[in-house]
């Protein structure tokens, strides 16, 4: 398995979304992991109030191969000493305070994004991107910013790369695309009408799609063909888990943008060095 990691993470992200009963049994993971992680799903379900059953289906919405999956990767969890608090800021906090928490909120975010990525599906996202005609990137307010860097180092690597914020300049575009082309929607909740309104778009185009957003079901990740997931960073009162989130969508699009480098290294070194040598051009 690639990932041995990220079931805590997973279920405080879904946990809201779920029936009642398979709510039971998330919150008592939650709550009793060590004890959790040492049941059968029989015993599961009994501590929980719920069944077996629960928590079979506790996993089908989660997006896990079964309870195993789900115990390895809280196993994986409990065996390291991230602090899983995001903090906010405070009034006439000092400056070093808010360093801190901001690095901390930043780090934790990254790490939780890292352990829910998965890595089969980076990979068809990587193999479409080699083989696209043209990228367009799509993201409305923050994660505009992240469609944007992804256009700038896509076109770095001689990539026909495009980001709009603008839904109707990017409808205009997607409407004359098609097969062999790729559009990638970037939203934080998976719920922006407008970015899940160009995938649709997109695929009735036939054209791949994939989504940057958080886990589990979403308008986003109806419409993704591929899907990358970010942590869902705790919303905070002055949004420093939206720092976070933009932070943790830029790192997946430097995934994405060094893995197609790795699999293209020569030619990717001839474009890098293209495009460094052009800027001193200009400086000249």
């Given amino acids: 398995m690639a990932h041995v990691k990220g079931g805590l993470v997973i279920l405080k992200e879904m946990v809201n979304s779920l029936s009642p009963s398979e709510r039971k049994v998330a919150t008592y993971i939650i709550d009793h992991p060590q004890e959790a992680i040492h049941l059968t799903a029989l015993g599961l379900g009994e501590k929980s109030n719920t069944s077996s059953a629960a928590v079979i289906r506790l996993c089908k919405s989660l997006g896990v191969k079964g309870f195993q999956e789900l115990k390895i990767r809280v196993t994986g969890d409990l065996q390291t000493d991230d602090a899983t608090v995001y903090r906010d800021i405070e009034p006439n906090e ?29 990979k068809k ?19 505009y910013i992240a ?5 700038q180092k896509f076109q770095r690597i001689d ?3 495009y980001s709009f914020s603008d839904i109707h300049l990017a409808a205009t575009l997607i409407a004359n695309k ?18 899940a309104k160009l995938l649709q778009l997109a695929k009735q185009r036939d054209i791949t799609t994939i989504g940057i957003t958080k886990y589990g079901n ?23 888990g939206a720092t976070s989130s933009r932070i943790a969508q830029l790192h997946v699009v430097d995934m994405l943008l060094m893995c197609l480098a790795s699999n293209h290294y020569e030619e990717t070194i001839q474009h890098l ?3 460094r040598e052009a800027v001193m051009f200009l400086r000249d």
């Fill in 94 to 122: 000092t400056y070093k305070s808010i360093i801190d928490k901001v690095t901390a909120n930043t780090v934790q975010t990254l790490k939780e994004t890292v352990d829910i990525i998965d890595e089969n599906q980076l």
């Fill in 125 to 143: 996202a990587v193999e479409a991107l080699a083989n696209a005609n043209s990228i367009v990137l799509a993201g409305v307010g923050a994660s």
């Fill in 147 to 151: 469609a944007k860097d992804g256009e």
């Fill in 159 to 161: 990539k026909n790369a």
């Fill in 178 to 195: 098609g097969k062999g082309d790729v559009v990638i929607g970037i939203s934080f909740s998976g719920d922006t009408q407008e970015v």
């Fill in 218 to 240: 979403s308008l986003v990740s109806q419409y993704a063909d591929i899907l990358l997931h970010t942590s869902a960073a705790k919303e905070a009162t002055f949004r420093s």
């Fill in 273 to 275: 060095d293209a495009s």
